[in-house]
């Protein structure tokens, strides 16, 4: 104890209450014990005072249930008024970040402490975890957040947004990941212009008769038919003729012998 009070004597004259900050830790020993809380002497000119409220999560009854006299703890800086020379201070562990010191673009570091299909969540010492959305893990495609993450793991991490309303944090991993560049795809070879000379001869393509062209094909070869058909006709009377003529002189001939 008589260490502790020389150690505070030093202190006293390095620290100023005006220098004091918010979260500050401190080891103190308890001087003093009232029914509102105790006192707390941390080295500095004046004690400390921590409220009953302060002593310990949850209700407390009485402060003798939580410290005695003389009792080592340790305590953080809840509120400075120099004017006054006052300094409230806390048996409770304060949080690392409070939601108005969490803002949007700020990074912090944190610990997986969950995984879910849809993200991570992570804890950066606020009051409740941040989420990672799978969407905000890295610029390439992942199946599950396993793939790239799992529980216990140290991640640096950006701020998007902050809702303290529903006490929601919604971060990204990503963000702070230089993005890929486009792989560039090799260029295609320039076609060399052919000249006329060296285009092969190609021969006339033949179009498709019209309708009209058809018909009148098919007329002309009825008509060669019909025409054909009269010259055999023809051809079959003119012998026949012939064939008479030369019956009718044969028998002339023989009348005339006889």
């Known amino acids: 104890m008589e260490t502790n009070v020389i150690a505070a004597a030093e202190t006293a004259q390095q620290i100023a209450l005006d220098d004091i900050k918010r979260k500050t830790h401190f080891n103190g020993v308890v001087k003093k014990i009232t029914l509102a809380g105790a006192l707390v002497d941390i080295g500095l000119t ?24 003389g009792q080592n703890v ?23 970040l409070e939601w108005r010191e969490i803002t949007p673009g700020m990074v912090v570091k944190g610990k997986v402490s969950r995984l879910e299909k849809f993200g991570a969540f992570v804890e950066i010492g606020a009051e409740r975890p941040g989420l990672v959305h799978i969407s905000e893990m890295t610029h390439g495609y992942i199946k599950s957040p396993a793939d790239l993450i799992k529980e216990g793991d140290e991640v640096e991490t950006q701020v998007l947004a902050v809702n303290r309303r529903k006490k929601q944090i919604k971060l990204s991993m990503k963000s702070l990941e230089e993005i890929p560049q486009p792989v560039e795809k090799p260029a295609k070879p320039i076609a060399r212009q052919v000249t006329e000379k060296e285009i092969p001869a190609q021969p006339p393509i033949e179009e498709d008769p019209t309708a009209m062209e058809m018909a009148l094909r098919q007329a002309m070869e009825r008509s060669n038919v019909k025409l054909e058909g009269l010259l055999r006709s023809n051809k079959r009377r003119k012998k026949s003729n012939i064939n008479q003529l030369e019956h009718i002189y044969e028998r002339t001939l023989q009348n005339k012998r006889k």
Request: hydrophobic share 40%.
């Open 46 to 69: 004046v004690p400390g005072v921590v409220h009953i409220s302060q002593l310990q999560e949850g209700p407390t009854n009485r402060v003798e249930d939580v410290v005695q006299v």
């Open 74 to 96: 340790d305590v953080w800086v809840r509120r400075v008024d120099p004017k006054k020379k006052r300094i409230e201070l806390t048996m409770i562990k304060p949080l690392d």
